[in-house]
């Protein structure tokens, strides 16, 4: 039997608002609070350490208190934090759009644990995406969907316009109803079992300007919110270090046994402090041949089946259904992203 993976929980102010706001709608707060053996009086606090996956969980259970299965598409508008984190302090300073994203990926680590944001150009469009480190399959429907109504809330506040993307996407399977995913994002473009949870936004509006954009915050905040980011950095650069050695290996087919010995350390020991920071061997070599994948399929000189052969996979169909699950699309479709008015993700 496998060794369950143990957590690094990460401190959330979003916690005990969840807790204050299904108190005030009818909910059984305390059923919460003893179910995730959550602190005495946590509706105080500012914030409260939780891991991402009971914090998946905690979304789950407040829907049910509730009896709304959409709640994580309120939340975000209608949760009373009692602060802002460094990270989100920086977001809301920043000039325009595409700097505010940009900073939220930055400084995901401090704010949400175990996610993991990139924010990618894809032609005329941005695609901003959201996965959590060790859990490939996420950490379900509810988690999801705030995570991304997130971000969608920030932008229309911050902006005070009626943002709407193109498309959306979710790691988890179709739900029963989506109606009420669909009112709130503003398309018709969903779709499920991905790789990732993702906004696909049009590359224009990325200049647009932020009525909250405050030059004087931005700095001092930046400077506390890199040297936190500094705290992390030990674990970050092995996972780093760990990824550049997979990269040179992709075509041999390399295992973790030959990176750890290019390490000069065991393969337990690699493997154990992989998990320190989040990820398996296994699930790091998955994102590496993922970004190597993008980058290689752009460049129209290259065969398709030279590239699944850079990336160390067998055949061309096997390399085509991994970036299928990667990106939505096959590789040959995602190269039209240079005429991107025929990309639908």
Known sequence: MARARKETPFRSGLVPAL??????????????????????????????????????RLLEAAAGELDDPFLSLRLPAELEPRGYGLGELAVRASPTVREAL??????????????????????????????????????????????????????????????????????????????????????????????????????????????????????????????????RAPAEDFTATVAARIEEALGSGAGAEDIAARLHMSKRTLQRRLEEGGLSFQELVDRVRAEKARALVRDEHLALADVAFRLGFSDVSSFSRSFRRWTGVSPGRYRLLKQPESFTP
């Open 102 to 231: 940009q900073r939220m990926v930055r400084y995901a680590p401090l704010e949400n644990g175990g996610f993991v944001l990139a924010l990618e150009e894809r032609g005329d469009a941005v695609a901003f995406t959201c996965r959590v480190a060790g859990h490939p399959r996420g950490l379900g429907r509810h988690a999801h969907e705030y995570v991304l109504a997130s971000v969608l809330t920030h932008a229309r506040t911050l902006t005070g316009l009626p943002v709407v993307p193109r498309a959306v996407w979710f790691i988890h399977a179709r739900p029963r109803l989506v109606d009420a995913a669909h009112r709130f994002f503003g398309t018709e473009e969903l779709d499920f079992g991905r790789a990732d949870n993702g906004l696909l936004f049009d590359a224009a509006w990325m200049e647009t300007q932020l009525t909250t954009a405050d030059p004087r915050l931005l700095v001092t905040a930046e400077q506390l919110a890199d040297s936190a980011l500094r705290a």
């Open 19 to 56: 807790v204050r706001f299904v108190r005030a709608h009818g909910g059984d707060a305390e059923l919460l609070v003893r179910r995730f053996g959550l602190p005495a009086g946590v509706e105080a606090h500012a914030d409260t350490p939780i891991t991402a996956v009971d914090f998946g």
